[in-house]
C-alpha cells in the first residue's frame, strides 16, 4: 500500500491536527520522499515510518510536536540537519538500518537521544555493561 493511502486509512475521517500518533510502517513511498504528510498534522507527537524506502527529507512538513520518530529500515544516507529544522521538539530519533556511514551526518542532531547504531549496537553495549558488572561482582567473591 501507498504511503498517502496509508495515511488516508490511518486517518479514519478524523481531522489530521486531531492525531497524534500515526504508523506508517511498510507503506511504500513511490519516490523515496514523504508522500501525504501535511503541515496540518500539528499535533502529531510520534510518527513510525519502518521500512517504506525513504531515501530524503525533503517533503517532510513541519512537525512541531514531534518528539518520537522511528526510520529504521529505510534508505537514508544524506543530513539530517532538516529534521533538526522541521522536528525542533525531537526526542528520540531510530535511524538502524539506514546507509549512515558517517556519525557527522548526525551531529546537526545533537541535544536528543540518536540511534545511528541501531538496537543491535545498543544490546552490544548492554551486554558488555552487564558482563563488565559480573566480572566486578566476581572480583568481590574472590
Known amino acids: 500500500m501507498d504511503m498517502k493511502k496509508r495515511i488516508t486509512l490511518e ?11 500515526l504508523v506508517l510502517d511498510n507503506s511504500r513511498s513511490a519516490d523515496g520522499e514523504v508522500d501525504g504528510l501535511t503541515d496540518e498534522f500539528t499535533e502529531l507527537e510520534f510518527l513510525s515510518m519502518v521500512n517504506v524506502g525513504l531515501t530524503s527529507f525533503a517533503k517532510l512538513p513541519s512537525l512541531p510536536k514531534l518528539r518520537k520518530l522511528e526510520l529504521s529500515d529505510n534508505n537514508l544516507s544524506g543530513s539530517l540537519e532538516m529534521l533538526s529544522e522541521k522536528c525542533p521538539n525531537l526526542t528520540y530519533l531510530n535511524l538502524s538500518g539506514n546507509k549512515i556511514k558517517e556519525l557527522s551526518t548526525v551531529e546537526a542532531l545533537v541535544g536528543f537521544s540518536h540511534d545511528a ?26
Open 11 to 21: 486517518l479514519r475521517n478524523r481531522n489530521p491536527a486531531e492525531i497524534a500518533e
Open 117 to 142: 547504531a541501531g538496537a543491535q549496537g545498543q544490546k552490544r553495549k548492554r551486554q558488555a555493561d552487564d558482563e563488565g558488572e559480573e566480572d566486578d561482582d566476581d572480583d568481590d567473591d574472590v
